[in-house]
């Protein structure tokens, strides 16, 4: 027991900086802990996770303490598996279309509730995307332990460079650079380099301008 909480040992999730194991309430619920040693990395994540409003899209934060000096950040426990690891070492079977642009645009609908609290995600990669059953609907982005405040577009055209460039990843199954990508949809191809448009005016500022681009491709 980790104060109220039955943990299950073993590890479910490792990271560059913590572990991750499963664990159940009193009432039963299975949760996730997430350890980490660094005490202030994880309270800026614990306060940023309590912020965000709920979205199918983000998990749900519950709980966070300090247990033989380390910390511990209970969240909902996110069904199905990591999409990868980074964009140049993760190989993934081609996707179709409408199934890699709807995963984007649920990406892009959950990092958005950061968006709106002044942050952006900075670290949206396969290893952060959690999906269960290859369905849009159930995927999660997590790990907010490196979120940046949005000081400017900056930070947001970085933001959707990433998100485009993870939609290319799907829809290619591997990507090396995004800007010599050949994609068969050449419309979807103009969007997705919107981002990287030498001409930063050209490039959009939200994550809903994205959203309602790709949605034309519905
Ligand atoms: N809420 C969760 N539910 C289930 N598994 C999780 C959860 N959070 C993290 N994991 C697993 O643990 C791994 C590492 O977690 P993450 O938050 O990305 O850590 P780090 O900040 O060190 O990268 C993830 O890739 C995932 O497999
Ligand atoms: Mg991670």
Not at 124 to 140: A, F, H, R, T
């Amino acid at each position: 027991m980790w104060r109220k909480y039955t943990v299950d040992l073993d590890i479910i999730g490792n990271g560059s900086y913590c572990k991750v194991y499963k664990a159940y309430n009193p009432e039963g619920k299975k949760l996730a802990i997430k350890v980490m040693p660094d005490i202030e990395v994880a309270e800026r994540e614990a306060k940023i996770m309590n912020r965000y409003e709920s979205s199918p899209y983000l998990p749900r934060y519950y709980d966070f303490f300090i247990l033989n000096k380390k910390a511990h950040l209970v969240t909902e426990y996110v069904k199905g598996k990591s999409m990868g690891g980074t964009f140049q070492n993760t190989v993934l079977p081609k996707m179709d279309e409408p199934v890699s642009i709807a995963i984007t645009i649920n990406v892009l609908k959950g990092i958005e509730k950061l968006h709106k609290i002044g942050y952006i995600h900075d670290d949206v990669k396969p290893k952060n995307i959690m999906l269960y059953k290859n369905d849009p609907e159930q995927l999660k982005v997590i790990d907010f332990n490196i979120a940046k405040k949005i000081t400017g577009n900056k930070e947001m055209h970085k933001e959707l460079q990433d998100v485009c460039k993870l939609c290319a990843l799907l829809l290619n199954g591997s990507l090396e650079d995004i800007r010599s990508t050949e994609f068969e949809n050449e419309r979807l191809g103009a969007v997705l380099l919107n981002p990287f448009s030498p001409d930063e005016e050209e490039r959009y500022t939200s994550a809903r301008q994205l959203i309602h681009q790709l949605e034309s491709f519905l």
